[in-house]
């Protein structure tokens, strides 16, 4: 009988970045979206705690496959000069349960995580939407750009960081013909179209007030329930979008806090499948607010088209 490993594909972070462009990702969330799958009804994660951060076991079931990651955040790896968040993915056949690839995780997540705020934007926010505002100057902040410039026209960049190295670090890797982009501060969120908030920030990164009606604000940073990026003044004011209920009063302290202090209803948060729905989104002359945590499917989404991309190759 084969070993367990004899079949087994492996894709390192170069294969998956070589097979999925950025548009490609979006396009397969957007799909499983517009295909019926219902968020809620992924597994929950586990995160357990351990002695220097966290373990996060995050299964799901879609499709042709079933998947498991096992993601590590680890708050002192920048600096030691390593990725904060690190996983592994096991990609299974969904009826024998046979593990059938093994995936960088970490590369995975550096794609799906800006390619799902991407897929919700690309829906609500503004078509003309031009300037971008990126809070965190990590690989997430410097992906984010990549996953916007997918579905609009951005043509101005201002990154927002506590260290103004790592700002013009990120500054220099997105650097590009025709894209003004440069260090900037909390105040350019006034004339932003887009904000994108990628920290580990404990507490809001700008006054509510900046925000005008016309931007669309993404939140990644964070899945725990005493932490935020955004001021609940700003929620309470927006139509805000989750990758499910559950999730959002589980695990978004955005979400979470904002209800505490009496800014934002729990009824008041759109699942982002309902906008994948029949009746499509609605108009909304107010900010618009996606918060998300990260989930199975949205990882094993993307890992599908990994593999089928490269049995295309």
């Known amino acids: 009988m084969p070993g367990i490993f004899d079949s087994l594909r492996l894709l390192d972070g170069p294969a998956i970045a070589e097979r999925i462009t950025m548009r490609q990702a979006i396009d397969a969330l957007q799909q499983a979206l517009r295909g019926g799958f219902d968020p809620d009804a992924d597994p929950p994660r586990a995160i357990v705690d351990v002695r220097h951060g966290q373990l996060l076991l995050m299964p799901s079931d879609l499709g042709a496959y079933t998947g498991q990651k096992l993601a590590t955040v680890a708050p002192a790896n920048p600096a030691r000069g390593l990725e904060r968040i690190q996983a592994i993915y096991v990609v299974l056949d969904a009826l024998t349960l046979a593990p059938v690839a093994l995936l960088d995780g970490t590369e995975l997540t550096s794609l799906r995580t800006p390619a799902v705020s991407a897929a919700v934007a690309d829906v609500v926010a503004a078509p003309d939407a031009s300037s971008l505002v990126v809070f965190g100057t990590g690989p997430q902040g410097v992906r984010h750009v990549e996953a916007m410039r997918a579905i609009r026209p951005i043509d101005r960049v201002r990154f927002v960081g506590r260290d103004r190295a790592k700002a013009e670090h990120a500054v220099a890797l997105v650097a590009a013909r025709g894209l003004d982009v440069a260090v900037g501060t909390a105040a350019d969120v006034a004339e932003a179209d887009l904000v994108v908030c990628a920290t580990t920030a404990r507490e809001p990164l700008f006054d ?5 009606d016309r931007t669309a604000v993404v939140a990644v940073g964070s899945h725990e329930r005493d932490a935020r990026e955004l001021p609940g003044e700003l929620l309470g004011r927006a139509r805000v979008i989750v990758e499910s209920q559950r999730v959002a009063l589980a695990e ?3 979400v979470i806090l904002a209800i ?9 948060l759109t699942p982002m499948a309902q906008l994948f729905g029949d009746g499509g989104p609605e108009a909304s002359a107010r900010p618009v607010v996606i918060k998300t945590c990260g989930m199975g499917w949205q990882d094993l989404a993307v890992a599908q088209l990994a593999l089928t991309n490269e049995r295309k190759a």
């Open 260 to 268: 505490a202090e009496g800014h934002l209803s729990p009824d008041a």
């Open 208 to 212: 509510a007030a900046l925000v005008r």
């Open 252 to 254: 978004a302290g955005d």
